[in-house]
């Protein structure tokens, strides 16, 4: 209890941020669980680096996964979830996205969902890999139903985990500029952050394992290559809410199910409009329900009191919901 209330009080929340350490763009001194491998490929009169993980089961049951991390994170934050799949015989792999992670922070990019779909098609090509399950979080959510509505042949099986983007906040946000959203990255603490996430994804609870998911981005705020850090995460803020995927979800071609947290209320620009306002937004307890009912032959699988990441919350539970995904049960 004594290390619990310690947890909130504002001087701890100091001592904490003066243990961060400062993190490179491509987190070079950040240790991943498993190895890392690298891709090259030219894209936009470049040369990029695609780094991922791809990590095969000691006894394989002939199917693959692709992992697809939120805004917020990158590949590690899957850590449980590769071990948990590896048991069960399926062969990993968890790209993170140009922008992201441990991958190319370039100085120019035009960031769309298409972009990134063909980028991890071309991984997986590279690879060898014409069929896979793809589960994706929070914007990696967006990102596997746009790779999915691109390469439905190629898809065994679509999972949306507490996906961003099932409604298109266009339509109750003022637009944000790219400016303005590298403004608000480059304010970053570690105190903001984690005052965001814990309000946002665990109803103002903590707990020390979520502690990784705010040192990463406060690390880097504390680095002399924020600037480019922060300007691709500008330039993707943009993409996430010029480019709903929304009104698609219908035209899916492929098994899809939905894994929902429902105390979860996250939503694109909630703090640029009134509380009346800001309070139909994010209302994944009705939202799971509605996007679902669109998509043809589309599953729910609702977790009560959970909020936007059931797979850091509650493993347990979540395992509980994926392994029904993977099986069709």
Not at 148 to 174: C, F, H, Q, S, T
Not at 180 to 185: A, D, K, T
Request: hydrophobic letters at 40%; proline letters at 5%.
């Amino acid at each position: 209890m004594r290390l619990l209330l310690l947890l909130f009080l504002p001087g701890f929340l100091v001592a904490q941020a003066d243990a961060i350490r400062p993190l490179d763009a491509r987190l070079s001194d950040y240790d991943y669980p498993y190895p890392t491998d690298t891709f090259t490929f030219e894209t936009q009169l470049q040369s990029l680096e695609m780094v991922y993980m791809d990590v095969r089961a000691d006894k394989p049951n002939g199917k693959t996964v692709v992992l697809l991390h939120g805004k917020n994170f990158n590949g590690a934050y899957w850590a449980e979830t590769m071990e948990w799949l590896l048991r069960f015989g399926y062969r990993v792999i968890v790209p993170d996205q140009i922008g992201f992670g441990k991958s190319s922070k370039p100085e120019r990019y035009q960031f769309t969902f298409q972009q990134l779909a063909d980028n991890t098609h071309w991984l997986l090509t590279t690879l060898g890999l014409n069929e896979v399950t793809v589960l994706g979080h929070s914007m990696g959510g967006m990102l596997a139903a746009r790779y999915a509505l691109m390469y439905p042949r190629e898809v065994e099986r679509l999972i949306l985990l507490n996906p961003i983007g099932l409604e298109d906040w266009k339509l109750k946000v003022p637009y944000r500029t790219v400016d303005q959203w590298y403004l608000s990255e480059m304010s970053k603490t570690y105190e903001n952050v984690r005052a965001y996430q814990q309000e946002n994804y665990y109803a103002g609870e903590w707990d020390d394992s979520y502690d990784p998911w705010v040192n990463i981005l406060a690390g880097w705020a504390q680095s002399e290559d924020y600037g480019l850090v922060a300007y691709n995460a500008a330039l993707t803020y943009d993409m996430i809410f010029t480019q709903p995927v929304v009104y698609e979800l219908p035209t899916l071609q492929v098994p899809t199910v939905l894994i929902i947290g429902t105390r979860d209320r996250t939503a694109l620009g909630k703090n640029s409009v009134s509380t009346a306002v800001a309070e139909t937004m994010g209302r994944y307890d009705r939202l799971g329900r509605t996007v679902t009912d669109k998509i043809p032959g589309g599953r729910l699988l609702e977790l009560s009191d959970l909020g936007h990441l059931p797979h850091i919350e509650d493993f347990e539970r979540f395992t509980g919901a994926l392994e029904q995904a993977l099986s069709g049960d």
